[in-house]
């Protein structure tokens, strides 16, 4: 059964990030007593929460999966009860405005109990997940009557929210979509379907309010022609009470390879003359509204391939250390301690840097005026490899998962392999990873011609350097390798520069395996500040296994995983004109 990692995760929180000194003086949280006992809290009731009622729910929900039948979606046993615990608990608004029904808290620790949900269930992960990107959205766009309405209900989980964006035949292409919206007095009237709507319907919460991309009557054409609304399931009163069934309805509930306690739906809207629905900022606007949601959504599916490659760790170390064979439990065998250290090694690179960019994200909306501007455009850099990066390895890992387990992995009774089966789709959603690698490139490195990579890379090369010139020995070859790595990537970065304005195609045609280098880089790097901070305990009197697994952790990564780098290097110098070599005609 999953138990969060309580101690790796305040270690990072409180110890390697120092949250009290880097968030807890800012106007935004000074008066909330940040630092290591409210983090000590606020992971122990996370912990208990996880253990205790949302694990138990990870088979009951992939065993017996979301249905739709006449128009009403029934959820899997156990998930109403949980969601709203979790709203009462305060965790769906945690990091949302005080006076908008939230808890006013750092990204830090939203950040910390989004992973622990996800380890713990991936499908009602996303119920909470939806909800707060929904209130930011409506935050950020909406009028103040609609703020008024709408905020504080989702943000205390009364309520919960949707994205509508995907049409049949759409897919990534949002400028075909068909959906429109015609004027009705103070409000529109909405037509169209939408497919893929996680957590689409269900009663788990009183109301559920879509975020609905459409057409206006005028709208031009093409991407620019797209407008957002707000449609609820239940039309709200002047005095807040729910009024009657809107126009809105679930057609059928998707049959996915995982993720079965999700409901993703297909919703009609205005079947029966028109859903209600409430323009959400500027008309044609719609797309930049909803990408206000989307630098938080992407952190938090990074966020689902950490949480379920821990999830499927801790299974895999549970059966090897039990399973016997050739006389002693597997754990002892080189092959399959190899895969444990590796999912070990790369689950806390991710998470490490994951955390570390939530901080970022605090620092650019809340921190001092005259740098927020600098810390955006590294959050903007960084959501894309935190996406892709991590959920590319979480694929990796919960196969590796199954993999420990032989042959009992590959039958269900076992649950290894629904970790497998639950994180592939985050390579997909919320932009799949080829779009995450072409806007990494693109949009965040092509911008500013790499001087926000640049300054990263800085970063890097002064933990190598510190390293180097430490007085431990176990640190030399993990500063060697993290040099190594850091002089590949500096390569592969210019040659892209170059390739950007010279011959695009090939440069697009290294941009996954840029984004992954990228990743790697980064995940030596968190996990190199994290044994620095751990040789310091050790150096002030601290004997710890902790601190000594942080320092191995870090030095196995050295030696087995940034080595990776490498390889990403020369495929990126050589497999833009090789893949333009290739004709189509022989695919």
């Known amino acids: 059964m999953y138990r969060a990692p309580l101690e790796d995760m305040q270690f990072l929180i409180d110890d390697v990030l120092d949250i009290e000194a880097t968030l807890g003086s800012l106007p935004r949280f000074a008066e909330h007593g940040i630092g290591a006992d409210l983090t000590t809290a606020l ?3 996370a912990g208990k929460f996880s253990a205790d009622v949302v694990a138990p729910l990870r088979r009951v929900g992939d065993s017996q999966p979301a249905s739709c039948r006449d128009g009403k979606v029934t959820i899997s046993p156990g998930y109403a009860d949980a969601i709203r615990q979790l709203g009462a608990g305060g965790w769906v608004g945690i ?54 309405i709408y905020l504080a209900k989702i943000n205390s989980g009364e309520w919960s929210g949707t994205m509508n964006l995907t049409e049949s035949g759409a897919g990534s292409d949002l400028g075909v979509m068909k959906s429109r919206a015609e004027p009705a007095g103070d409000h529109f009237k909405i037509f169209g379907q939408k497919i ?75 079947d029966q003359g028109g859903a209600v629905g409430y323009l959400v900022g500027e008309p044609n606007n719609g797309l930049a509204c909803m990408f206000t949601m989307m630098n938080e959504a992407r952190l938090k599916v990074g966020l689902q391939g950490i949480g379920a490659s821990e999830g499927a760790y801790q299974q895999a170390v549970a059966y090897a250390r039990e399973r016997v064979q050739g006389g002693v439990p597997i754990v002892e065998h080189a092959d399959v ?42 959050i903007d850099l960084m959501i894309p490899v935190i996406k892709g990066w991590s959920t590319e390895v979480g ?28 994180v592939r789709i985050t390579s997909i959603y919320e932009g799949t990873n080829g779009i995450q690698a072409a806007d990494l490139l693109n949009r965040k490195v092509g911008r500013d011609g790499g001087a926000t990579m640049e300054s990263l890379q800085a970063e890097v090369r002064t933990v190598a350097d510190t390293l180097m010139a430490s007085d431990n020995v176990s640190f030399s070859g993990l500063g060697a390798a993290l040099h190594k790595a850091l002089a590949d990537h500096v390569h592969t970065t210019e040659f892209l520069l170059v ?50 697994r942080k320092i191995a952790t870090a030095r196995f990564y050295g030696a087995r995983i940034l080595p990776r780098c490498e390889a ?20």
């Open 568 to 587: 990403h290097c020369g495929a990126i110098l050589e497999s833009g004109t090789a893949l333009s070599a290739y004709s189509l005609d022989w695919l």
């Open 395 to 422: 694929q990796e890992l919960t196969s590796l998962g199954v993999q420990v387990h032989g042959g009992m992995g590959y039958v269900e009774e076992t649950g290894a392999a629904q970790f497998l089966r639950d």
């Open 196 to 270: 893929y709507i996680t957590w689409g319907d269900h009663d788990a919460t009183e109301n559920i309010i879509h975020l609905v991309l459409a057409r206006l009557p005028d709208a031009p054409a093409g991407s620019k022609g797209i407008s957002l609304f707000l449609v609820p399931k239940y039309v709200v009163n002047a005095d807040g009470s729910l009024g009657e069934r809107n126009d809105v309805r679930p057609v059928s509930t998707e049959h996915k390879l995982g993720i079965h306690g999700s409901p993703t739906c297909v919703m009609a809207y205005g």
């Open 499 to 548: 390739a950007l304005k010279d011959a695009s195609f090939e440069a697009f045609g290294g941009s996954f395996d840029y984004m992954m280098q990228t990743g790697y880089l980064f995940g030596g790097w968190m996990l190199a500040r994290s044994a620095l901070v751990a040789a310091e305990k050790q150096a002030a009197g601290a004997d710890s296994a902790f601190y000594a």
């Open 95 to 148: 990091t949302a405005d005080v006076d908008a029904g939230g808890q006013g808290l750092p990204e830090l620790y939203g950040t910390a109990a989004c992973e622990v949900w996800n380890g713990a269930d991936m499908a009602f992960a996303l119920e909470p997940f939806l909800s707060s990107g929904a209130a930011l959205a409506i935050k950020a766009h909406a009028s103040d009557q609609l703020k008024s």
């Open 337 to 378: 301690k190899r895969m444990l250290t590796t999912m070990r090694a790369l689950i806390e690179a991710m998470r490490a840097l994951a955390f570390t960019e939530a901080v970022t994200m605090d620092l650019a909306h809340y921190g001092p005026a005259d740098q927020r501007s600098e810390q955006q455009r590294r």
């Open 43 to 45: 992971l122990d009731e």
